[in-house]
């Protein structure tokens, strides 16, 4: 699917993918769910978050607080509170590190509820995205607090570009699963 340029393609992509990260979700088998992540037999799995996520939970929780992410910079931007997208103290050259105390917060957090938290916070975020036009989501530098970007842009970032990246890893796991 091409990136998605305008706000009727944004929720569709959004949907779409939120709708497709279900149903690998809903097809994982018990065997998959309860198997730790390993990706460490493939050498091109090198970036951080291979390591990182153990599990679904993981990975849910993951997507939700980025979702968490968005839907605080835009609320506060847009009542005047100049905001980064990312939480102080942290750029986009140690986000990872961000994730990192993402995962170590929900370690606690039951699968049941990062799955209701995801669903939850998809549907704010479609809301919010909803209250925008077209040219407020895909004219760069609309907003001066985007930077050099769109809004639709972050969207896409935290909604189908992100959920895409979730389905992928979903299905690696599932091939080591059926492999071993």
């Not at 993981?58 to 005047?80: R, S």
């Not at 699968?111 to 998809?122: E, I």
């Not at 530098?141 to 990246?165: F, M, P, Q, R, V």
Request: proline share 2%.
């Amino acid at each position: 699917m091409a990136r998605p340029t305008t706000k009727k393609t944004l929720i569709e992509a959004a949907n779409g993918n939120f709708e497709m990260l279900w149903t690998v979700v809903d097809s994982m088998s018990n065997k998959a769910l309860t198997t730790e992540f390993n990706f460490s037999a493939d050498l091109k799995k090198k970036e951080a978050h291979w390591k990182r996520d153990k599990n679904l939970r993981d990975v849910l929780i993951h997507l939700y607080e980025w979702h968490q992410l968005l839907l605080n910079w835009i609320k506060a931007n847009m009542t005047g509170n100049k905001s980064d997208f990312l939480p102080e103290p942290y750029n986009w050259k140690t986000y990872g590190d961000m994730n990192v105390e993402f995962w170590k917060r929900h370690q606690s957090t039951r699968l049941d509820k990062s799955k209701k938290s995801l669903k939850a916070s998809h549907e704010k975020v479609l809301a919010l995205i909803q209250t925008f036009s077209s040219d407020e989501l895909f004219i760069k530098k609309h907003y001066n607090w985007t930077g050099t970007t769109s809004l639709g842009s972050y969207c896409i970032s935290a909604t189908s570009s992100h959920y895409d990246w979730a389905i992928k890893k979903m299905r690696a796991h599932m091939r080591n699963v059926s492999s071993q």
